[in-house]
Every structure is written in structure tokens, then in C-alpha cells.
């Protein structure tokens, strides 16, 4: 049973307007949300986090949304920029032990931002 | 050399034989791990080392085999592989108690 999930493979936006990248989690023990970005041939690398006692954690252009209620958080990207194409990743922890390296991810969504 | 390297980057190997894949980290932290990113999954957890020692083994099968000589180095002995082990194999690194991974490029293997 998949704990996080990410149901859009994909996504295309065009340069300039709003990226909005979903995650589900069933899990209610989770308390570490993380969102991370990879280019092919690369690997992933941190983007953003939020912990559950927020709803919501900004840095720059990126913003993340924690609906704890619904276990749904979502990654928004404005304006979005040709070079934020990747993979995007979300990823859920549970803090057991202040292990956090311990991730469960989703699957992935391609994000593609047109010029 | 920074963050965290994986050699090789590409590997093709038969089902007969015994590879190894090697990490190494240069950021003083303590913990690594390997990941299997297969297509169109997830990344999967399937080894944890936390100073040296292991503390998780996500029901791996033994044809997979990690090593931890110290906590800067990592490897992953390969033996008898199936062909639906092609996958992208990423390590990582992360200080115990602070938040976040820091991943290495992966070493993509594929087996015929």
C-alpha cells in the first residue's frame, strides 16, 4: 500500500503562470513533508519542507500548502520558469527517532514549463 | 570532491555476475542509505546505516548486499541479479537528527 501518492504523472504549464504540484499521504504519524526536484541524469535534490505544526511554508517562489485534515499538501511554483522542468518528488516523514533521512516518497510528477 | 558521488554511472551486467556499486560522501554526515528508483514507482528505502551500522533492511532480497566501512563510504555488492532489477540505484546521506537527504547522481544499472 502506497503511503504517498502523487496521481499527476504529469503536468504542463506555460512559462510565467502557476505550477501546482499535489500529494496525498494516508499515513497520519507522518510530521515532516519535504518536496524534492530532479533533472535527468541527476539526482533528486531538497527543494522545500513543511512541518506538520504549519500549513503553509514559502522560500521564494516556491510555497507549500499542508492540509492536515484531508492528508493532502501541494507544492506551488509562481511564476514558473522554463528551468523549474524536472521531476518532482514528495516525500513524507515520521520523525522516528529524529531519523528523518527515513523518507517515503511519491512517484514523481513531470513538471514541464513551456517558454 | 563534494556532496555525495556514486560511481559507476552507468552499469550493464549479466544475471551471472558480481558487480559492486560504491558511494562516498564529503559532507561529515553520519548516516547513509540506498534508494531504488524503478520506473514509474517511487523511490524505495532499502538499506540504512546510521554511524556504521545498519538499522534498516526493507525486506531486500540478498542478492543485495551493502557494505559500510566507514561513515563516508557505502557500497552495494550485486550477485545473481534479475532483469527487473534495472533500476536507478541513489545513495544518500543525511546528519542524524536534521532534516533532509542529500543524494547522489545514481549509478543507472541495467540487467540482461
Known amino acids: 500500500d502506497q503511503q504517498v501518492k502523487q496521481n499527476s504523472p504529469s503536468l504542463s504549464v506555460q512559462e510565467g503562470r502557476i505550477s501546482i504540484l499535489n500529494c496525498d499521504y494516508t499515513?497520519?504519524?507522518?510530521?515532516?513533508f519535504l518536496w524534492y526536484k530532479k533533472y535527468p541524469a541527476e539526482g533528486p535534490t531538497f527543494l522545500i519542507s513543511?512541518?506538520?505544526?504549519?500549513d503553509k511554508n514559502e522560500d521564494g517562489r516556491f510555497t507549500v500548502f499542508l492540509n492536515k485534515s484531508a492528508k493532502h499538501l501541494s507544492l506551488h511554483i509562481v511564476p514558473s520558469q522554463p528551468g523549474d522542468s524536472a521531476v518532482y518528488f514528495c516525500?513524507?516523514?515520521?520523525?522516528?527517532?529524529?531519523?528523518?533521512?527515513?523518507?517515503?516518497f511519491g512517484q514523481g510528477t513531470t513538471l514541464q514549463v513551456k517558454p | 570532491e563534494t556532496g555525495v558521488t556514486q560511481t559507476p554511472r552507468h552499469l550493464v551486467m549479466g544475471m551471472t555476475n558480481k558487480k559492486s556499486l560504491k558511494c562516498e560522501q564529503h559532507?561529515?554526515?553520519?548516516?547513509m542509505y540506498w534508494y531504488k528508483q524503478s520506473a514509474k514507482k517511487p523511490l524505495e528505502l532499502m538499506f540504512v546505516?546510521?554511524?556504521?551500522?545498519?538499522?534498516e533492511n526493507n525486506s531486500v532480497p540478498s542478492r543485495f548486499s551493502p557494505e559500510c566501512p566507514n561513515s563516508s563510504h557505502l557500497f552495494l555488492h550485486l550477485h545473481t541479479l534479475q532483469p527487473e532489477d534495472s533500476a536507478l540505484y541513489l545513495c544518500?546521506?543525511?546528519?542524524?537528527?536534521?532534516?533532509?537527504?542529500?543524494f547522489g547522481s545514481g549509478t543507472q544499472l541495467s540487467v540482461l
Open positions: 516525500a513524507a516523514s515520521a520523525g522516528i527517532s529524529g531519523n528523518t533521512g527515513k523518507l517515503i
Open positions: 513543511i512541518s506538520s505544526i504549519k
Open positions: 559532507l561529515g554526515h553520519n548516516a
Open positions: 544518500a546521506s543525511s546528519q542524524q537528527g536534521a532534516l533532509g537527504l542529500f
Open positions: 499515513n497520519s504519524m507522518f510530521d515532516y
Open positions: 546505516y546510521n554511524f556504521k551500522e545498519q538499522t
